[in-house]
């Protein structure tokens, strides 16, 4: 064969690939979908159509669930994308707690497991945690070894993209130089992608959550660290070294406590929920009444985010004036992504919704009176619904897009 035709037929198999991809990401994003729309939306032909969806069908990657309503004429068929396809298990390391589930292609949940750890446990028995719990996830769904398309890991921490090891954790110093790709792979045989929590999150919100069909959003992440991932122009951006988004680490006094990461007066050093409990902790010490005194009964360290929380709701001066001093710092740190970054929508997500009703109130004060104009009036802010399964479920959307990049082409060509 000479190599005009060569390039010919690799160019057909190309196109080939291209429209059936449009063709299932159009019925995934959009179904259940008739034939006569997908023509609409994707600008091929009705004969074009009609054969890729011959194709997907006979792959099982399409399911025909019914018919159009018509009112005359032969009737339409609908289609829906296959979601139980493969599977996937997606793990979130979080500092205190390891949550695993096994998904399907749309990111449904259809196993659950939580296996809380002590912080000061090793991380060789985490490893043995999280080991354990996909190896009993996988038992009980009774799901084939080979339905299987790779292992999503989110963590409370950074990475080096360049092998996909931890680096130290800020909250888990010991934690780093450890490679979840080989330890997973080894053990199960299934590629294995990383990914922070905030970074996978975003990627939830943008495929499943409010992120959905907008183009620039960011995701805030704020619990006991502040982490941020960054939708941009669709797309997921990490920077050079895998580390945007992380705004907790912006300095906002120089005068404030030290931070985890070393630095004085970072945003999450003052306005984490962390932060907000031993705000509290220090001014139940300093003999300030509150009710948070019963609800902690003797032992003080047991105060946590959401009694803080209960605590405001019933107008405990303490636990009010905390979370209303959070709400403040966290608007100073938001006017900057508004300015700086000029997004449609902020999601903020993590354990701050516990507090939602309340601190949303301080943060639009001051996101009302220092952003932008221009900017300020093109953001929305809203609180996420994923609650915690968000960095779950996103972490395994990269094993999803690489799925249908590498996998689905091979079943083409
Ligand atoms: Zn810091």
Redesign the pocket.
């Known amino acids: 064969m000479n190599n005009n035709k060569q390039s010919t037929i690799k160019g057909q198999t190309l196109l080939r690939q291209r429209n059936v991809l449009l063709v299932l990401n159009t019925i995934n994003s959009s179904g259940p979908i008739s034939k006569r729309e997908i023509v609409y939306l994707t600008g091929l032909s009705f004969a074009k159509v009609n054969s890729i969806i011959i194709f997907l069908n006979n792959l099982n990657l399409i399911l025909e669930v019914g018919k159009e309503k018509s009112s005359g004429g032969r009737p339409s068929s609908i289609f829906e994308f296959n979601s139980n396809f493969r599977y996937t298990i997606g793990c979130q390391l979080s500092h205190t707690q390891i949550h695993t589930i096994v998904s399907n292609l749309k990111g449904e949940i259809l196993f659950n497991d939580i296996k809380p750890f002590d912080k000061s446990t090793g991380k060789e028995f985490v490893i043995d945690l999280m080991i354990d719990s996909i190896d009993n996830l996988i038992n009980l769904s009774g799901i084939p070894h080979d339905k299987f398309i790779g292992i999503g890991v989110a963590i409370a921490g950074l990475f080096n993209p360049k092998d996909e090891t931890t680096l130290p954790f800020?909250h888990l110093v010991s934690w780093g130089n450890v490679s979840f790709k080989s330890i997973l792979y080894n053990k199960f045989k299934l590629p294995c992608y990383v990914n922070n929590i905030a970074n996978a999150a975003a990627l939830a919100e943008r495929n499943y959550g409010l992120g959905k069909g907008i183009e620039n959003v960011l995701y805030l992440n704020i619990g006991s660290g502040l982490g941020m991932g960054i939708i941009f122009n669709g797309k997921l951006y990490e920077g050079v070294s895998g580390t945007a988004g992380e705004f907790?680490?912006i300095t906002v006094d120089e005068n404030g406590p030290i931070?985890?990461?070393?630095?004085v007066g970072?945003?999450?050093?003052i306005a984490s929920t962390k932060a907000v409990i031993n705000d509290a902790k220090d001014r139940l010490k300093q003999g300030v009444l509150s009710v948070l005194s019963n609800m902690v009964k003797d032992n003080i360290n047991d105060l946590d985010f959401k009694m803080i929380c209960a605590a405001a709701i019933q107008s405990d001066k303490l636990a009010f004036s905390v979370i209303d001093k959070m709400g403040q710092n966290l608007g100073e740190g938001i006017v900057t992504l508004i300015n700086l970054l000029n997004p449609e929508r902020i999601i903020l997500g993590g354990k701050i919704v516990d507090a939602k009703n309340l601190i949303i109130i301080p943060i639009m004060n001051i996101v009302q009176k220092r952003a932008l104009e221009i900017p300020r009036r093109n953001t929305e802010i809203v609180f996420s619904n994923m609650g915690s399964n968000a960095g779950t479920v996103g972490s395994t959307i990269p094993i999803i897009e690489r799925f249908f990049e590498n996998e689905v082409n091979k079943l083409i060509e």
């Open positions: 800020p907790g680490h931070c985890a990461c070393g630095n970072c945003l999450e050093a």
